[in-house]
């Protein structure tokens, strides 16, 4: 009977042999893995947390003593003395009165001289602003030689193309008697007239061709010696006809 109860015991319960169990990873604790860092990180933490704290008091220290520092200058304030500042404000309007009384219905004097002075500051201004214009126009030394050798040569090659058409206006009365107009005179007749040498000896004070002015002052110098002379010798021959 006895080992009848003993196989329904055993059939009856589970086995006995222990059950494994199972963690997960984050549960499984993995001694001496990383322990350096992680203190270090927290050191790091904990210092920059401090850190951070006394700054915000010494922030609310400063914000403090600001807020102290303007009540005391506003309490210093000196107090208003209401009467005085009542007699300068009819003072005041006194004086407009006094002035409405004596300039009402006449002319503003000052006025009028103020802007008289002004207009003639600004007509002496326009002046001088004038001849600034005209001296900055003319540069400095340089620039002014450049241009009177400019002028001097546009000059001669001006009096020179005159003094070139009065001789051929001479040759050609002489020969018709009359001075009739250059269109109505054949090319050939106008070309031996230009061969005359009333006409050719004007050529040699012709300038020789040049390029654009030079900049520098020794070859200005050479340009106008040579205009100078031209124009003295054109002068002297048209004088000897």
Do not use: C
């Not at 963690?23 to 322990?35: G, L, Q, T």
């Not at 050191?43 to 700054?55: C, H, M, N, S």
């Not at 010494?58 to 005085?84: C, F, L, M, W, Y």
């Amino acid at each position: 009977m006895s080992t009848d109860i003993t196989n329904i015991d055993q059939a009856v319960n589970e086995p006995t042999a222990p059950i494994p169990t199972f963690k997960r990873a984050s549960e499984i604790v993995r001694p001496n893995e990383f322990p350096n860092d992680i203190r270090i990180q927290g050191d790091r933490q904990r210092e920059q947390d401090l850190k951070d704290y006394k700054q915000d008091l010494e922030d609310r220290r400063q914000r403090g003593a600001e807020i102290a520092a303007k009540r005391i200058e506003q309490s210093t304030k000196p107090e208003v003395n209401v009467v005085a500042e009542l007699d300068k404000a009819l003072a005041a309007l006194e004086a407009g009165a006094d002035d409405f009384q004596n300039s009402f219905g006449k002319a503003n004097q000052p006025l009028i001289d103020a802007k008289m002075e002004v207009d003639r500051l600004r007509h002496e201004l326009s002046e001088a602003q004038q001849r600034l214009d005209e001296i900055e126009s003319k540069g400095d030394s340089v620039d002014r030689l450049k241009q009177s050798v400019l002028q001097a040569e546009r000059a001669l090659n001006g009096l020179l193309s005159q003094a070139e058409s009065q001789a051929m206006d001479k040759l050609i009365s002489e020969k018709f008697g009359w001075l009739p107009n250059r269109s109505k005179i054949q090319r050939e007749t106008l070309r031996e007239m230009a061969l005359d040498i009333s006409v050719q000896s004007l050529k040699e004070f012709a300038l020789p061709r040049h390029h654009d002015l030079p900049s520098d002052p020794t070859e200005l110098q050479k340009r106008l010696e040579i205009v100078g002379q031209k124009l003295t010798d054109l002068r002297g021959h048209l004088e000897q006809e």
